[in-house]
């Protein structure tokens, strides 16, 4: 998926949504949305049932009670509590696109941009009223335009970051960190972790096999066999495919036992933050890049309580939260680099260029319009070891 040509406006979601690079965030606004009768909040349930990544969930749940920790969420909290709010956890978009496919219901989904389409076309979600989001002004909108079908503003947009190849400097001949090819590379094998992310390892591939721009996410059948086939070749090679980021992942850069993995930008922080020397790759063939954001169940009894929680979300210091405690972007357009604690952080992440996700060497993850071939082919290759 080419989210750099998708953020370029030279691509949208089946011709009906474009990211344009200087639309404004007021735009997009949901006027069916905010024209349908619907109880007050106060007769609302309130029992917010959430599909969530682990480590996002707010401020005062079971789970983020640590002072100094991620603060998104916590005046939703103070103001209902946090009793009412359950969370159904997720490690990939396959995986959330599924659960809600399968009738699974929630008042908010946290998926990426990549699958809006197909949460739209299924009759999924419905729009949010934006009138009722007072920081949404403060959006990027590039991301903002990113998230609207047919005018309504489905999809807000909040984290974003680059997916690459992170790898320990003292274990890896740099010779061989140029690219993609690193996790290809027998010399590695039992060091290596790919993602267990399916459609992105079906990017990686095509980036390795030179299927860079449109192409990446949206394969031909050959394309999309030679692949599958690349994927196959590589898979013996990893010591596992990791599902949680701090569970699995870190634990296993962190003590040797991993040399080379798929991460975002926030594991190489962490490792610089303990001594550990490791290196965020720049790959020859261009870095991924993505962003994730929150939308709403189709059938809602929460209407106005999952609004108030996406808002503390995407208020400024909930964003700002949000990259100084997990080192990701914010679509929050108003924060500065001189508010981001760590200094190399802000550097890395460009904070203030609103289109740092449609420079050159980032690849976008966009919608695959065959992404049931894409998932019947990852089956082939994990079934093939």
């Given at each position: 998926?080419?989210?750099?040509?998708?953020?370029?406006?030279?691509?949208?979601?089946?011709?009906?949504?474009?990211?344009?690079?200087?639309?404004?965030?007021?735009?997009?606004?949901?006027?069916?949305?905010?024209?349908?009768?619907?109880?007050?909040?106060?007769?609302?349930?309130?029992?917010?049932?959430?599909?969530?990544?682990?480590?996002?969930?707010?401020?005062?749940?079971?789970?983020?009670?640590?002072?100094?920790?991620?603060?998104?969420?916590?005046?939703?909290?103070?103001?209902?509590?946090?009793?009412?709010?359950?969370?159904?956890?997720?490690?990939?978009?396959?995986?959330?696109?599924?659960?809600?496919?399968?009738?699974?219901?929630?008042?908010?989904?946290?998926?990426?941009?990549?699958?809006?389409?197909?949460?739209?076309?299924?009759?999924?979600?419905?729009?949010?009223?934006?009138?009722?989001?007072?920081?949404?002004?403060?959006?990027?909108?590039?991301?903002?335009?990113?998230?609207?079908v047919n005018g309504q503003q489905y999809f807000?947009?909040?984290?974003?970051?680059?997916?690459?190849?992170?790898?320990?400097?003292?274990?890896?001949?740099?010779?061989?960190?140029?690219?993609?090819?690193?996790?290809?590379?027998?010399?590695?094998?039992g060091r290596i972790s790919m993602w267990n992310?399916?459609?992105?390892?079906?990017?990686?591939?095509?980036?390795?096999?030179?299927?860079?721009?449109?192409?990446?996410?949206?394969?031909?059948?050959?394309?999309?066999?030679?692949?599958?086939?690349?994927?196959?070749?590589?898979?013996?090679?990893?010591?596992?495919?990791?599902?949680?980021?701090?569970?699995?992942?870190?634990?296993?850069?962190?003590?040797?036992?991993?040399?080379?993995?798929?991460?975002?930008?926030?594991?190489?922080v962490y490792a610089r933050s303990k001594g550990?020397?490791?290196?965020?790759?720049?790959?020859?063939?261009?870095?991924?890049?993505?962003?994730?954001?929150?939308?709403?169940?189709?059938?809602?009894?929460?209407?106005?309580?999952?609004?108030?929680?996406?808002?503390?979300?995407?208020?400024?210091?909930?964003?700002?939260?949000?990259?100084?405690?997990?080192?990701?972007?914010?679509?929050?357009?108003?924060?500065?680099?001189?508010?981001?604690?760590?200094?190399?952080?802000?550097?890395?992440?460009?904070?203030?260029?609103?289109?740092?996700?449609?420079?050159?060497?980032?690849?976008?993850?966009?919608?695959?319009?065959?992404?049931?071939?894409?998932?019947?082919?990852?089956?082939?290759?994990?079934?093939?070891?």
């Amino acid at each position: 998926m080419d989210r750099r040509s998708f953020l370029m406006g030279a691509a949208g979601l089946g011709g009906a949504v474009l990211l344009g690079g200087c639309g404004s965030s007021n735009s997009g606004g949901s006027p069916a949305a905010s024209s349908v009768k619907r109880p007050s909040i106060a007769k609302e349930p309130g029992n917010l049932s959430i599909l969530e990544w682990d480590g996002y969930q707010a401020f005062g749940t079971p789970t983020n009670k640590k002072a100094g920790g991620l603060s998104a969420g916590d005046e939703y909290t103070k103001k209902f509590g946090a009793d009412g709010i359950t969370y159904s956890l997720i490690v990939n978009d396959s995986e959330a696109l599924n659960k809600v496919r399968s009738g699974q219901q929630f008042d908010v989904i946290h998926p990426c941009i990549e699958n809006l389409q197909d949460y739209v076309r299924d009759g999924l979600v419905q729009p949010w009223d934006t009138k009722l989001l007072p920081s949404f002004a403060n959006l990027n909108p590039a991301l903002v335009k990113g998230g609207q079908v047919n005018g309504q503003q489905y999809f807000i947009p909040w984290d974003w970051g680059y997916g690459s190849v992170i790898y320990r400097t003292d274990k890896v001949d740099p010779a061989d960190a140029t690219g993609w090819e690193l996790f290809w590379n027998p010399k590695y094998k039992g060091r290596i972790s790919m993602w267990n992310g399916n459609t992105t390892n079906f990017e990686i591939a095509a980036l390795k096999l030179g299927y860079g721009g449109h192409a990446m996410d949206n394969l031909s059948d050959d394309q999309l066999t030679n692949a599958k086939n690349a994927l196959i070749e590589q898979y013996p090679l990893n010591k596992f495919l990791w599902s949680s980021e701090y569970t699995d992942l870190q634990p296993a850069l962190q003590n040797g036992d991993v040399w080379i993995a798929y991460s975002w930008q926030d594991q190489w922080v962490y490792a610089r933050s303990k001594g550990i020397p490791m290196a965020y790759m720049k790959p020859s063939q261009g870095r991924l890049g993505w962003y994730c954001g929150f939308m709403l169940g189709k059938d809602t009894k929460n209407y106005y309580h999952a609004h108030d929680y996406v808002e503390s979300y995407i208020n400024h210091k909930s964003c700002l939260s949000l990259t100084n405690y997990f080192y990701y972007g914010s679509a929050d357009a108003t924060i500065k680099a001189s508010e981001i604690q760590d200094k190399a952080v802000a550097r890395s992440l460009d904070i203030g260029n609103p289109n740092v996700l449609a420079s050159a060497d980032v690849h976008l993850q966009s919608w695959e319009p065959n992404e049931a071939a894409v998932q019947q082919a990852w089956e082939e290759v994990t079934a093939s070891a």
